[in-house]
C-alpha cells in the first residue's frame, strides 16, 4: 500500500500564475480532505470530497481556489492568480470512514512557494 | 462549528520528564478525538486516539484521558527521549462532520 500520494512535492509558481496540486488517497478510501498549513501554524481545513461530490467546503476562500475528485484519477486542489499569501503547505488526507475513525493518513504535502 | 484550543503553544522537559498538553472542544457532538505528531519539515502523523465512549487510552509511553463532561482531553507522554520533540497536534471530529478541527499545535522540546 503506497499510502496517500501528493505530488509535487514542492511547486514554486509566479504572482498570477495557476497551481494544481495533486492527492491520491489510501487504497480503499474513497474521502479526501485537504488541509492547509501556514509557516509555525496549525492545519485549517478547506474541503472534503467524496469521489465526484464535494461534502464540506466552508473551508476554502470563495474566490481562486476550487477542488475536485473524479470518478478516475487524483484529487486536485486549483488555485487561479496564485498571490504570495497563498504560499504553504497543503496537506491531503484519506480515510476510509466518515466519523469513527481511525483518524487522517496525510499525504507528505505540497509545499507552494509563490515568488 | 467546533472549535478546538490547545495548551500550552510551546512546552520545554527535561528527558525523562513527563509532558502533559490539554485540548478542549467546543460542539458536544464530537466523538472522536485523535493526536498527532509533525516533525519539521514532515506530514502529520496519527499517534494515538480516542472515542467519545472511552476515557483513557494508553500505548507505551503516551496515554490520553477524555472528559466528555468538561469537553477537554489531555496528551500524556512519560520517559520523554530526545525523539520526541515535535510539534504535536490534539483534533476533535463529530458525527456526520467528515473534517476534524485541529489545535494549534504545541512544540514540545526534550532536552537531553
Known amino acids: 500500500n503506497a499510502g496517500v500520494m501528493q505530488n509535487p512535492r514542492h511547486l514554486v509558481r509566479r504572482r498570477g500564475q495557476e497551481a494544481r496540486l495533486r492527492c491520491s488517497p489510501m487504497?480503499?478510501?474513497?474521502?479526501v480532505y485537504w488541509y492547509r498549513q501556514l509557516p509555525e501554524e496549525g492545519l485549517k481545513f478547506m474541503v472534503y470530497l467524496q469521489k465526484e461530490n464535494i461534502i464540506d467546503e466552508s473551508g476554502m476562500p470563495k474566490e481562486r481556489f476550487s477542488a475536485e475528485f473524479p470518478k478516475e484519477g487524483p484529487s486536485i486542489l486549483r488555485i487561479q492568480q496564485v498571490v504570495r499569501g497563498d504560499s504553504a503547505a497543503y496537506f491531503c488526507?484519506?480515510?476510509?470512514?466518515?466519523?469513527?475513525?481511525?483518524?487522517?493518513?496525510f499525504g507528505s504535502g505540497t509545499r507552494l512557494t509563490v515568488v | 462549528g467546533e472549535n478546538v484550543e490547545q495548551h500550552p503553544s510551546t512546552l520545554s522537559v527535561q528527558e525523562g520528564d513527563s509532558a502533559v498538553i490539554k485540548c478542549t472542544y467546543s460542539?458536544?457532538?464530537?466523538?472522536?478525538f485523535p493526536w498527532y505528531k509533525q516533525e519539521l519539515g514532515k506530514r502529520p502523523q496519527l499517534i494515538i486516539d480516542i472515542r467519545s465512549n472511552v476515557g483513557e487510552k494508553k500505548d507505551q509511553r503516551i496515554a490520553v484521558t477524555l472528559n466528555k463532561t468538561a469537553k477537554h482531553f489531555s496528551l500524556h507522554i512519560t520517559e520523554t527521549q530526545p525523539e520526541d520533540s515535535a510539534v504535536y497536534f490534539c483534533a476533535a471530529s463529530g458525527t456526520n462532520a467528515g473534517k476534524s478541527t485541529f489545535g494549534d499545535g504545541t512544540t514540545l522540546t526534550v532536552k537531553p
Open positions: 488526507a484519506s480515510s476510509s470512514e466518515m466519523d469513527r475513525g481511525p483518524g487522517y493518513t
Open positions: 487504497k480503499g478510501h474513497s474521502h
Open positions: 460542539d458536544s457532538a464530537s466523538n472522536y
